[in-house]
């Protein structure tokens, strides 16, 4: 398997615009991660989904934020209107059947490093 | 709430070296641990998982230990290499949720 993908590697787009941010899970994995990285915070997690369905989305910072699973095999994380403070590298993780020992662990992909002007 | 830290926030060290990275937690609720490894402009890699019932894990020249009562835990690297220079993070995942939260991570430099 070729790992999580994640698409576009790198995206500079000025205030305002919308931007879309691309991923392709594992194969057989039913668990997506939406995850922001930056200096001050850390990791964080976004919103993650289980079998296409979003599960939990309170770390999604707001309304400007959104997330979509059509399939097993493909999410977006949406920002519309983008603002310099969502400048960050966000990672798309995958894993399988969360709960059960040795299957727990989360593959990540290369990110998305974000760079709003 | 959980929080993760990390200690020290970076490390360097000489090839060779044995050293220690430290992880603790403040809720003890949790299902397991798990220690990642980030190279520059890249995404994660985990190195080890621990579940809440067990005390430590073995990979190689990694060792991950886990005392859950006192919201701790250690990855021990034998014999650094140069290669082993990276970002270390810890992360822990609760009883009653499915996130993982992260510690900000120990950058570890080896020099040769």
């Known amino acids: 398997d070729a790992g999580v993908i994640q698409s576009p590697r790198h995206e500079v787009t000025e205030m305002g615009q919308e931007v879309t941010l691309r991923c392709k899970p594992i194969?057989?994995?039913?668990?997506l991660f939406w995850y922001r990285q930056t200096m001050m915070r850390g990791l964080e997690l976004l919103i993650y989904?289980?079998?296409?369905?979003?599960?939990?989305d309170s770390g999604m910072p707001e309304d400007r934020f959104s997330a979509k699973m059509p399939n097993a095999s493909f999410s977006t994380l949406k920002i519309q209107p983008s603002e310099p403070r969502d400048s960050a590298v966000y990672f798309c993780?995958?894993?399988?059947?969360?709960?059960?020992?040795?299957?727990?662990?989360?593959?990540f992909g290369p990110g998305t490093r974000l760079t709003v002007l | 709430k959980q929080e993760v830290t990390q200690i020290p926030a970076a490390l360097s060290v000489p090839e060779g070296e044995n050293l220690v990275l430290n992880c603790s937690f403040t809720?003890?609720?949790?299902?397991?641990l798990q220690w990642f490894r980030q190279d520059p402009g890249k995404g994660l890699t985990s190195l080890l998982l621990?579940?809440?019932?067990?005390r430590e894990q073995t990979s190689g020249r990694l060792n991950a230990s886990l005392d859950k009562s006192s919201g701790r835990s250690t990855l021990y690297i034998a014999a650094s290499q140069p290669g082993d220079s990276a970002t270390y993070l810890c992360?822990?995942?609760?009883?009653?949720?499915?996130?993982?939260?992260f510690g900000p991570g120990t950058r570890l430099s080896v020099l040769p």
């Open positions: 993780a995958s894993s399988q059947l969360i709960g059960l020992a040795d299957l727990d662990t989360q593959y």
């Open positions: 194969s057989g994995h039913d668990y």
């Open positions: 989904f289980n079998n296409n369905v979003p599960i939990d």
């Open positions: 809720d003890s609720a949790i299902y397991n």
């Open positions: 621990i579940q809440s019932s067990q």
């Open positions: 992360a822990v995942r609760h009883n009653y949720g499915q996130n993982f939260v």
